[in-house]
């Protein structure tokens, strides 16, 4: 069942540690067949060196396993959420990865203070609020989704595919598991490059890219009359 999605998201877990965002287990990525309205995710736990296509777990929108051997993923609540929220959102990302969960930790979106944010992310980085503690005791990876969806109320998802949990860490999404992949390595890296850039800015607050050249690089790659790349209306690189 669903074995080329199985296939994709395996690869996009291998991914992630071999671009040096996942160290031990954790993090984890899925995938979502919106026809079948099935997901499939990693199973938790297992180291990734060990892991193969057919260790992936197929589970239905309520959570139940509907194939596979393994446990999945203790995020899965999580990914689900995205899945029932972002129309034409079909993968998912969470990683621990150093840059982007030191901002996550402090509690703060990332500006966006260059071109190269801009050609990914429309608009700063987003923070969700910290959970309550409710929230953290009745179902914390379920409100972990929710509290997501809740910071994406006035955005869009695939305009700005990811997010900062507070104190935790972050998630990304895409079209696909290697979009959300991309998403994730484009975040780790301008959350270095904003980190840096308030470094080199120390005694002063770091001045945020011009609002017009942010949105002609995000429109040229996904608007309308888009032109990077080599179809005539190709987003890619």
């Not at 899965?76 to 990683?95: D, P, Q």
């Not at 998802?157 to 979009?179: C, I």
Request: charged share 25%; aromatic share 8%.
């Amino acid at each position: 069942m669903l074995e080329q999605l199985k296939e994709d998201v395996f690869t996009a877990n291998q991914r992630l540690v071999s671009s040096g965002l996942v160290v031990l287990t954790w993090g984890n990525a899925s995938g979502f067949d919106p026809e079948k309205k099935l997901m499939v995710i990693k199973p938790s736990g297992v180291d990734y060196d060990k892991m193969t296509a057919d260790d992936m777990v197929v589970v239905d929108l309520d959570g139940n396993v509907v194939e596979g051997k393994l446990r999945p993923s203790s995020d899965t609540a999580t990914h689900l959420e995205f899945y029932r929220n972002f129309k034409g959102v079909k993968g998912a990302v969470h990683t621990h990865s150093i840059e982007a969960t030191a901002w996550a930790q402090a509690c703060r979106e990332i500006p966006c203070y260059g071109t190269t944010h801009a050609d990914t992310f429309h608009g700063p980085v987003p923070v969700t609020r910290v959970l309550t503690e409710a929230e953290v005791n009745e179902a914390y990876e379920l409100n972990t989704g929710r509290v997501i969806v809740e910071r994406f109320r006035d955005l869009e998802p695939l305009a700005v595919p990811g997010v900062l949990v507070a104190g935790h860490a972050p998630f990304t999404w895409g079209k696909d598991p290697q979009d959300a992949v991309d998403h994730a390595i484009a975040l780790e890296a301008i959350a270095k490059m904003a980190r840096l850039t308030e470094e080199v800015c120390a005694a002063r607050h770091a001045p945020e890219l011009v609002s017009y050249v942010g949105e002609k690089h995000y429109q040229r790659k996904h608007g309308k009359n888009a032109y990077y790349g080599q179809g005539l209306h190709s987003a890619e690189g």
